[in-house]
Nanobody, 126 residues
Framework: QVQVVESGGGLVQAGGSLRLSCTAS????????MGWFRQAPGKEREGVAC????????AYTDSVKGRFTISRDNTKNTVYLQMNSLKPEDTAMYYC???????????????????WGQGTRVTVSS
């Protein structure tokens, strides 16, 4: 059974940093792309960043480029999202998801992803 669990959310002041972690189990983690998504109150879910199976290829939505970094450690079945220079508009529930197509390129389209975590909340105060 595939499980995806996020952690690391919290309350931070604008300009601060947080690192989110996502651990997946029940799958051969190093074969699959992983993605981070977020959903703010009253808004649709949006793709934030993704990383391919090897960690070589990444992609980001424009609003986080230069501030967020996605990475993965395949020995720990974990993907990270380092978030720097946080802004109030980054406030959202953040979700991690797995794309269970082996060796696929990564995408920030939620339709590509099969398994989702429950989310971790990030609140950025002004």
């Amino acid at each position: 059974q595939v499980q995806v669990v996020e952690s690391g959310g919290g309350l931070v002041q604008a300009g601060g940093s947080l690192r989110l972690s996502c651990t997946a189990s029940g799958l051969n983690f190093n074969l699959y792309a992983m993605g981070w998504f977020r959903q703010a109150p009253g808004k649709e879910r949006e793709g934030v960043a993704c990383i391919n199976w090897s960690g070589v290829a990444t992609a980001y939505t424009d609003s986080v480029k230069g501030r967020f970094t996605i990475s993965r450690d395949n020995t720990k079945n974990t993907v990270y999202l380092q978030m720097n220079s946080l802004k109030p508009e980054d406030t959202a529930m953040y979700y991690c998801a797995a794309d269970l197509r082996p060796y696929a390129y990564c995408s920030t389209s939620s339709q590509r992803y099969n398994y989702w975590g429950q989310g971790t909340r990030v609140t950025v105060s002004s």
